[in-house]
């Protein structure tokens, strides 16, 4: 008994020992030496060897830590470790943490209404819960890896920029518009992946969209290049707009014009535009156009065999995502009053994927929680740019670690037998099915 535990102890050290190198050969450029450049455009140096130092060392002890609670949670099960009292009361905070949070959502702008950053922080939570959504359908239900997300939600926010600028078309057309448009731009970079999956769809998902922002910088007179397009209109509540004029909707209803109704009322907007595109991604997963993404995302051979038509069920993916992703750029567009190629760079779209892998790919509740957590934890960490990074990749390490299928893992199919039927060996025999 003695010989193994030594060889557990010296498997432990050695384990964390490499790991504790590759952080040292990881980190020793990007914190032991910062460069800038100096007053006369030389460029200075200097070195901080105690913070690459105590880096690798708490790498060394988490990776110590890590290893000694995987063997002792290992041998006991779930079910031993938990009392069916503890079981019980978390299975009930399951089912009651999406009501709880959809009602905290509508009171937000009740709670923090005096408090601007806080309901401009919400706006940001939710463009991007609603982006995870649309992403969800494309990845976590057809299993189709996009890394080009950020393409789709360009198309939308240019449409409404162009379209409301030039034509001065109202938001509430150029809405649709725009998702119509970014769908059929879904469904123009279907076409040529239907052959691919894995990594090479990835690397054309990937390609696609930095072509869509090279073509938003070059084609200077129709999107205005860097300079972007602003002057962008606001949103309007059923034609009345929110300005402080006599035909504004404060002096309508007769109440003190303030600017944080405008505020309020994008966040209910996004809001709603989120709620919607939950409601038709549940309702898309039980029509059998939701069975065949199913399908598709767990054997694409096993797909092809049962008779699905596999050309039309990754177009509708595309598409369908592309679309939330081109009502998410128009809000974008109209929220921000002005926009610009740097807003669609592939940091968003690795952001967007992030948020749907960290979540559970499949998972619309682990969307959400994943969205509040890293677009508030980037918040939480803005004081610290050096290493806002650093502590946000090792949180994805850790997760994926512990929780590789997510916050809330979701790959159960929509519809499933509840009950298992046994089969007589006389219709299991060879030449009966």
Known sequence: MQPSRSAGIAFILKKALISALIALVLFSLMIGIRTEAGPTGQLIYWTRFGDLAAIVGVVFVGSIVIE?????WEPVSVTAAVPPSVQSALGLARRAIAPVLLIFTFLFPVIFYDQRYILDLGILVLTYVMLGWGLNVVVGLAGLLDLGYVAFYAVGAYSYALLSTNFGLSFWVCLPLAGILAALWGVMLGFPVLRLRGDYLAIVTLAFGEIIRLVIINWQSLTGGPNGVSGIPRPSFFGIPLTPGPNGLAARLGIEFSTTHRIVFLFYLILALALLTNWVTIRLRRLPIGRAWEALREDEVACRALGINITTTKLTAFATGAMFGGFAGAFFATRQGFISPESFTFQESALVLAIVV????????????AAL????GFELFRGFDQYRMLVFGMAMVLLMIWRPRGLIGHRAPTVFLRQSKAISSELAREGRG
């Open 358 to 369: 960290l979540g559970g790919m499949g998972s619309q509740l682990g969307v959400a929680l």
């Open 68 to 72: 000694l609670l995987r063997q002792w």
């Open 373 to 376: 957590t890293l677009i508030g």
